[in-house]
């Protein structure tokens, strides 16, 4: 029987299955029987209309099915079809492409006797020789994000030597961020990740320019800070600033070197629209907000990012010499719970509203508001959304008032922390079908890690009558930082 490969993200809805056998002849039948199996993967997967979702890629081996029969594509009994749906990550893949260096750029360039010494281990590789490291010593590699991605890309970019490396970043290091983002340190912590990451280039190859743009990226400023680079290397987190470089990258004319990753898995490939498509191609429109979880919200294995980033590494070094076959016109997918890598056809689309026939985006436009949401700090609107202060709640719990607490955090995220206090844990995805172990006359306070997904649920049972309902503002985090440093806070 054919079998349907679920991605991580959406197995909170499939009890965990990675996969399903079906007995199916088309796509559109194993689609109906996967949704018959899961009903709460249907919307996930079907809009309203019963169409399937603009963000929602179905592939039949490496090829998208919307370039074979769509749903009606015949299914063989060996099969595997696979679900890709957008992380917060045709052309023939023979093309060459040349090296982004042009001659005259390469001329200007000269090694020391310190640089061929360090650099002797390239030099005698026939694809590299002098004259390839004087290209990657000539190459301007813009790294948006210091984090995840961005640390590994960093060190093996400024270790391989490439001359002038910008860095886009606002963020300052956190404990939290030490787990995959190996170029900040412990005594870090604190310091902006600029400083910290320009010390490490610095320490590792003095022989690197770092240009840092202390800055988050926008469309007022992207255009300006872009221009002067040769290769753009996304390691970005979230949608917005995802659709932003694409976007900017495609009305550049630059290469988009594009990596993500999501708990154990990732996604590579490299958009660039004169030689392939662009991101936009592969998903035309983002995820409503809240339908697929952030790394902050969905966790990711700290090693995931040095996977993918030394995949977008790699890409860059190539684009840079010119040699081997760039990932253009391809999606590599890791599983690493599998070890699997998989690799997808990605076809230009003629009706790409950014690099197609007629292009309708022919400047930034606000990538918050195209993505459903006012920034990043405030992903769920909570505008009129009845909420309490951890201070608020101290307080009146210590009065003995009767409020019932309702945690809808996941099951291990309670054993990392707790309120004080007694409550009721529904996991957020069920408290539909267990709302009815709640009490609408209650004053019930909705609380998980951060207030986002409590606001979420606030606004869910306020449709379902509970008028004293009210969201915990800033979640046990919050109430940690605000009111009790005794609790963890992640
Ligand atoms: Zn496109």
Same mark, same amino acid.
């Given at each position: 029987?054919?079998?349907? $490969?679920?991605?991580?993200?959406?197995?909170?809805?499939?009890?965990?299955?990675?996969? #399903?056998?079906?007995?199916?002849?088309?796509?559109?039948?194993?689609?109906?029987?996967?949704?018959?199996?899961?009903?709460?993967?249907?919307?996930?997967?079907?809009?309203?209309?019963?169409?399937?979702?603009?963000?929602?890629?179905?592939?039949?081996?490496?090829?998208?099915?919307?370039?074979?029969?769509?749903?009606?594509?015949?299914?063989?009994?060996?099969?595997?079809?696979?679900?890709?749906?957008?992380?917060?990550?045709?052309?023939?893949?023979?093309?060459?492409?040349?090296?982004?260096?042009?001659?005259?750029?390469?001329?200007?360039?000269?090694?020391?006797?310190?640089?061929?010494?360090?650099?002797?281990?390239?030099?005698?590789?026939?694809?590299?020789?002098?004259?390839?490291?004087?290209? #990657?010593?000539?190459?301007?590699?813009? !790294?948006?994000?210091?984090?995840?991605?961005?640390?590994?890309?960093?060190?093996?970019?400024?270790?391989?030597?490439?001359?002038?490396?910008?860095?886009?970043? $606002?963020?300052?290091?956190?404990?939290?961020?030490?787990?995959?983002? +190996?170029?900040?340190?412990?005594?870090?912590?604190?310091?902006?990740?600029?400083?910290?990451?320009?010390?490490?280039?610095?320490?590792?190859?003095?022989?690197?320019?770092?240009?840092?743009?202390?800055?988050?990226?926008?469309?007022?400023?992207?255009?300006?800070?872009?221009?002067?680079?040769?290769?753009?290397?996304?390691?970005?987190?979230?949608?917005?600033?995802?659709?932003?470089?694409?976007?900017?990258?495609? %009305?550049?004319?630059?290469?988009? +070197?594009?990596? /993500?990753?999501?708990?154990?898995?990732?996604?590579?490939?490299?958009?660039?629209?004169?030689?392939?498509?662009?991101?936009?191609?592969?998903?035309?429109?983002?995820?409503?907000?809240? %339908?697929?979880?952030?790394?902050?919200?969905?966790?990711?294995?700290?090693?995931?990012?040095?996977?993918?980033?030394? +995949?977008?590494?790699?890409?860059?070094?190539? #684009?840079?010499?010119?040699?081997?076959?760039?990932?253009?016109?391809?999606?590599?997918? %890791?599983?690493?719970?599998?070890?699997?890598?998989?690799?997808?056809?990605?076809?230009?689309?003629?009706?790409?509203?950014?690099?197609?026939?007629?292009?309708?985006?022919?400047?930034?436009?606000? @990538?918050?508001? $195209?993505?459903?949401?006012?920034?990043?700090?405030?992903?769920?609107?909570?505008?009129?959304?009845?909420?309490?202060?951890?201070?608020? #709640?101290?307080?009146? !719990?210590?009065?003995?008032?009767?409020? +019932?607490?309702?945690?809808?955090?996941?099951?291990?995220?309670?054993?990392? /922390?707790?309120?004080?206090?007694?409550?009721?844990?529904?996991?957020?995805?069920?408290?539909?079908?267990?709302?009815?172990?709640?009490?609408?006359?209650?004053?019930?306070?909705?609380?998980?890690?951060?207030?986002?997904?409590?606001?979420?649920?606030?606004?869910?049972?306020?449709?379902?009558?509970?008028?004293?309902?009210?969201?915990?503002?800033?979640?046990?985090?919050? @109430?940690?930082?605000?009111?009790?440093?005794?609790?963890?806070?992640?």
């Amino acid at each position: 029987m054919p079998t349907i $490969f679920i991605p991580t993200a959406l197995r909170v809805f499939t009890d965990q299955q990675a996969k #399903l056998s079906v007995d199916a002849r088309t796509v559109g039948e194993a689609i109906q029987k996967l949704v018959e199996t899961y009903p709460k993967l249907r919307p996930h997967l079907f809009n309203e209309q019963g169409q399937l979702r603009s963000f929602v890629n179905l592939y039949l081996g490496e090829e998208d099915v919307r370039h074979l029969q769509g749903l009606e594509t015949p299914l063989a009994p060996d099969a595997e079809l696979m679900i890709v749906p957008s992380v917060a990550g045709g052309v023939g893949t023979q093309e060459r492409v040349r090296s982004l260096i042009d001659d005259a750029r390469l001329q200007a360039i000269t090694l020391s006797q310190e640089e061929v010494l360090r650099y002797s281990r390239h030099l005698i590789m026939p694809e590299v020789t002098m004259e390839g490291q004087r290209r #990657l010593k000539a190459a301007r590699v813009l !790294l948006i994000g210091t984090g995840g991605l961005g640390s590994p890309l960093a060190l093996y970019l400024a270790a391989a030597g490439v001359g002038t490396i910008g860095l886009v970043d $606002f963020d300052v290091v956190d404990y939290s961020n030490l787990q995959r983002q +190996v170029i900040h340190f412990t005594s870090d912590v604190g310091k902006p990740k600029l400083q910290s990451a320009m010390e490490k280039i610095r320490d590792l190859n003095p022989y690197v320019t770092v240009i840092p743009f202390e800055t988050r990226l926008t469309s007022e400023n992207a255009l300006d800070i872009m221009r002067d680079f040769d290769v753009i290397v996304d390691g970005t987190d979230n949608f917005p600033t995802r659709y932003l470089v694409n976007d900017a990258c495609v %009305l550049l004319g630059k290469p988009n +070197v594009y990596g /993500s990753i999501f708990r154990f898995e990732g996604q590579a490939s490299v958009f660039w629209a004169q030689h392939g498509p662009c991101y936009r191609c592969l998903y035309p429109e983002p995820p409503p907000p809240g %339908l697929v979880p952030s790394c902050a919200e969905g966790g990711v294995l700290g090693i995931l990012p040095g996977l993918i980033g030394l +995949v977008q590494a790699t890409e860059t070094i190539k #684009l840079i010499l010119g040699v081997g076959e760039p990932l253009i016109g391809r999606l590599l997918l %890791l599983d690493a719970l599998q070890m699997r890598w998989r690799e997808l056809k990605l076809r230009k689309d003629p009706n790409c509203p950014v690099c197609g026939e007629n292009p309708t985006v022919r400047e930034l436009i606000d @990538y918050a508001e $195209f993505c459903g949401i006012r920034g990043e700090e405030a992903p769920v609107e909570t505008d009129g959304l009845p909420s309490i202060t951890p201070a608020q #709640l101290k307080e009146r !719990l210590e009065r003995g008032e009767p409020l +019932v607490i309702l945690d809808v955090r996941e099951p291990f995220e309670l054993e990392i /922390s707790r309120l004080p206090y007694p409550f009721r844990h529904i996991p957020m995805g069920e408290v539909l079908e267990r709302v009815h172990e709640l009490n609408p006359a209650d004053e019930i306070v909705v609380v998980c890690r951060s207030g986002g997904r409590s606001a979420q649920i606030t606004r869910l049972l306020q449709t379902m009558g509970f008028g004293k309902v009210k969201n915990l503002v800033g979640g046990v985090n919050g @109430y940690a930082q605000e009111v009790d440093p005794s609790i963890s806070v992640y």
